[in-house]
């Protein structure tokens, strides 16, 4: 199945209704590894899915590294940054009726 905007939206979203969830502490914290993996797979599909944007526009790939917690590896960004970057990932993917 070919990646849609429209799916690549919906996961996109997802990460900000989820962070919107958090406390204003827990967005300060650093989500594990396999959450940046999951937001890295989400760039990468948006990458496929809209071409056409320049990609000086899109955020960078969040940065993983290994740690004795998080089952072994940590992001060096945190949810509100990873919001962040998936609202950048929304504003660039054309919305779809």
């Known amino acids: 199945m070919p990646v849609t905007v429209q799916h690549v939206r919906s996961l996109a979203e997802s990460f900000v209704q989820s962070t ?3 406390t204003a502490k827990e967005r300060e914290q650093r989500p594990s ?6 937001f890295n797979n989400v760039l990468h599909l948006a990458k496929e ?3 056409q944007i320049d990609d ?3 955020p960078k790939p ?3 590294y290994e740690v004795a ?4 590896s940590c992001t060096r960004s945190r949810y509100s940054e990873l919001e962040t970057y998936a609202r950048q990932i929304l504003s660039l993917l054309p919305q779809t009726t």
């Open 20 to 22: 919107e969830k958090l």
């Open 33 to 38: 590894g396999a959450y940046g993996n999951n």
């Open 49 to 51: 899915a809209a071409p």
């Open 56 to 58: 000086r526009l899109w």
């Open 62 to 64: 969040v940065e993983v």
């Open 69 to 72: 917690f998080h089952d072994g």
